[in-house]
Every structure is written in C-alpha cells, then in structure tokens.
C-alpha cells in the first residue's frame, strides 16, 4: 500500500467496501515499464481499470490504449486521446461498433477469424488490421484458453486475404495469459510470430507490427519476476529473431500499471467455525466473488490480506464473502492464516487490488451496492 493510500484510509476513514487508488504509483508502473521496453509502444487495456483519473494520468503520459468494446473506445476518447493512439483489440466485434469506432477516427482493429475480417473490411476501409494467435499459456495464473486467437497457418491465410481485401496488413498479436510468471512464455510466442512474418513476406505481405498483449505480473502473495526480466527476455528474443529488421512493438499491459496502485478495504462482518472444536475460523468480509473479486474464481489469484492485529498469533481460515451464494467463498484451499485477534467490524485491506475489481462488482444482488472507488 502506497503512504498515500495509507494517509487516505486514516484520515477519511470511508465507508466499506472500497477501492482507494494513488494515481501517482500509476504512472510510476508506465515510467518503470517504458524503462524495461523502451523500445514499446505503450497500450493500456483499459478493461483492468476504465476509471477517467487512471485514462487521464495515462493520456497525458503519452499512452496509447487498448480499448475491448465501443464503450471503452468512447471512455479513452472523452479522457483526452487521440483517436490515432487507440487499438480496438477486441477479436469479437458488433459491426456496427466497428463502423462507429472507425467513424470516430480509429484505425487500429484485431480480428481472429475470416468473418471479422470481412466486417472489418466493409466497416473499416483501409484500416491497420493485426491477427491474434493462438499461444501457449502455460504459466499464467490467469490463463485465457482457446477463445481468442487463431491457429499460425490459418492467419497466415487470414493475413493474406486482409491485403487483398484493400486493409493494411499491420502485424500480428498474441496474449500468453493474465499474471504470466515466465518470462519463457513470451520467448517462445516471438519465435511462432517471427516464422509467421517470415512466411509472409514469402508471399509478398510485408507485416510491420508485433503486439506482446498483456500478462506482466504483479507480487499478490508470492513474488513474481521484475519487470526488467520480462524487459530483457523480451527483446532478446525479438534481437534474435528479427535482428535488425525489428518490427514495431506493441505491449498491452492491464494489471501492470494499475494493480498495486489500489486497496480494497473492507470490514469483517463475521468471524465463527462449524463446530466447537474446529481449528478453521470462517471469516466472512463486506466484499466477495459478487463484489468485485472475481478473480478469486478458482482461487486463481491470490491477494495478500493485511489487518490491524498483523505480526499476533494467526490460525487458518477460510474467507467468504457477504451474500447468500456459496460460490461466494474467496479462499478454502489455499491455507490463508488471519490473527486470532480478528473480530466482526474489524477494517482489513486486500492489496494489490487495483486491476479487475470495480468493474467486475455486480449490481446490488442480495442488496449489496457495487464497492465504492477513491481516486487519489
Ligand atoms: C486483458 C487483455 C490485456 C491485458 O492483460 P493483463 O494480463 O492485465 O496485462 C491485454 N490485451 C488483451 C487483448 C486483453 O484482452
């Protein structure tokens, strides 16, 4: 937690739950990741975080912008970007959203399949187009499946067509999975890009872009790899791939930037176990699955938790959160320990809880209001 956020919850003492996100250590995360890539463009994926103080701050650091949906599109365009620096990334597009992204001066679009293709060039004449692939995800703690991304051959194909459809064949992307922990996972989809440029040019489409997609880690409980390491795998194996004849490079970090700006307060509702003599305390917080905390999903991702009574006695726990729904049960497996100091009305904070919270908060089931957001 940043002393700004630190100060904040002190002083205002807001009501729970809440999301309160220092800005500042936003910016600090683009200013370390340019330094790792300093040879990226910068795309921020909105969707971790859309809020206006977050785009801003971005904006005025000179961040392109990844946007999923025309409403994310509008969102980066009303907090000041340029048009010419937004990627409509999303590989599942309404062709009408396309039209209106195109109509206001978008001119970035990813596809996956031959349909999106066409819409793309009866919507978007002339625009820059970048086909995602189908990548190993191994490593990722949230991994993102078959449903984006194509398999090489079949873009290659696809690629072809989108020249020939009078589009720009701009590059190729890919996203090894969200809180990517291997810095191999990135080597080893630059090495299945670069077949793909040279097979290509083969054919006479002469591509100019690789977009990294996102999946830069943040520390939750346990460490991750610095960013520098991700920075030095990455262009080690572009330099050796590409060697001089490097593309431009395209990074679409989500979590990165925005996660460990924020913390989630909140207040322990209940504290109480099954039977007398049984060692596990359920703890039951003002915030769950419905919340907000949707990555907890599998207990894929796991936040560190930090309380008034830290450094006393501790026992084991499971969490859960507030509403009537069972899957609303945050950490069973996953030996989390709280102080057995812990008690009903007590403020805790989940850490790193910047990325893939507010939006994710459910609207008001079992009466419980989406989490309160400070931006500070
Ligand atoms: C979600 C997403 C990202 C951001 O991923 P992070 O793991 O948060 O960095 C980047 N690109 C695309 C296409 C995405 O869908």
Redesign the pocket.
């Known amino acids: 937690m940043t002393p700004k956020v630190a100060r904040f919850l002190a002083k205002v003492q807001p009501a729970t739950p809440c999301l309160v996100l220092d800005v500042d250590r936003v910016e600090e995360n683009f200013r370390r990741l340019k330094s790792a890539l300093p040879l990226a463009r910068i795309y921020y994926?909105v969707?971790?975080n859309p809020a206006a103080p977050i785009l801003e701050r971005l904006t005025g650091l000179g961040s392109f912008f990844?946007a999923?949906s025309l409403r994310e599109v509008e969102m980066c365009l009303e907090s000041g970007a340029q048009p010419a620096r937004i990627s409509y990334?999303n590989t599942i597009k309404k062709e009408r959203d396309i039209a209106a992204a195109f109509a206001a001066g978008v001119r970035m679009f990813a596809f996956d399949s031959e349909a999106e293709l066409q819409k793309l060039a009866r919507s978007a004449p002339g625009a820059s187009v970048y086909c995602r692939i189908l990548v190993g995800n191994d490593g990722a703690e949230w991994p993102l499946s078959r449903k984006f991304g194509c398999e090489a051959e079949m873009a290659r194909g696809l690629m072809v067509q989108a020249k020939a459809l009078g589009l720009d064949a701009f590059g190729l992307s890919f996203?090894v999975g969200?809180?990517q922990v291997k810095t191999a996972a990135y080597e080893a989809a630059i090495a299945k890009v670069a077949m793909l440029f040279t097979d290509l040019s083969e054919a006479g489409v002469k591509l100019r872009m690789v977009n990294l997609?996102?999946?830069?880690p943040v520390r939750y409980k346990s460490e991750v790899p610095e960013i520098g390491a991700f920075g030095d795998a990455i262009m080690g194996a572009m330099t050796k791939h590409f060697g001089n004849a490097l593309p431009e490079i395209v990074v679409?970090?989500?979590?990165?930037l925005v996660a460990d700006a924020g913390v989630v307060q909140s207040e322990v509702v209940l504290v109480s176990r099954k039977g007398a003599d049984d060692p596990v305390r359920w703890v039951y917080l003002d915030i769950g699955r419905f919340g907000g905390l949707a990555e907890t999903e599998g207990e894929a991702i796991k936040y560190a938790i930090a309380t008034a009574h830290d450094g006393t006695q501790e026992g084991p726990v499971t969490i859960a959160g507030p509403t009537c729904d069972s899957t609303d049960t945050l950490y069973e497996k996953s030996n989390y320990r709280l102080p057995l100091a812990l008690r009903d009305g007590d403020r805790i904070e989940l850490l790193a809880t910047g990325?893939y919270v507010t939006t994710y908060a459910s609207q008001k089931f079992n009466g419980f209001s989406p989490l309160d957001e400070h931006y500070i």
């Open positions: 994926a969707k971790a990844d999923a990334g996203h969200s809180q997609g996102g999946g830069y679409e970090p989500g979590r990165f990325a």
